[in-house]
């Protein structure tokens, strides 16, 4: 996006610069309920379709 971590914070909501430094670095996260906010601000859409696959009926992910 070429912001910078002062314009992410602030147009993320957060009001210190090492938040995001956090986020970033992976030691702090997300919560959940702020993912639709930052997909918003960060304007990722998802490309997923609205009804789930049907399953081939594996209930293991090695298979």
Known sequence: MGWSQEEAA???GYRALSTVSKIENGTQGVKLQSLAHFFEVLQIHDPAPSTPKAS???TS???
Request: proline letters at 11%; charged letters at 20%; glycine letters at 12%.
């Open 56 to 58: 081939s009926g594996s």
């Open 61 to 63: 992910p090695s298979e």
């Open 10 to 12: 602030q147009r993320l």
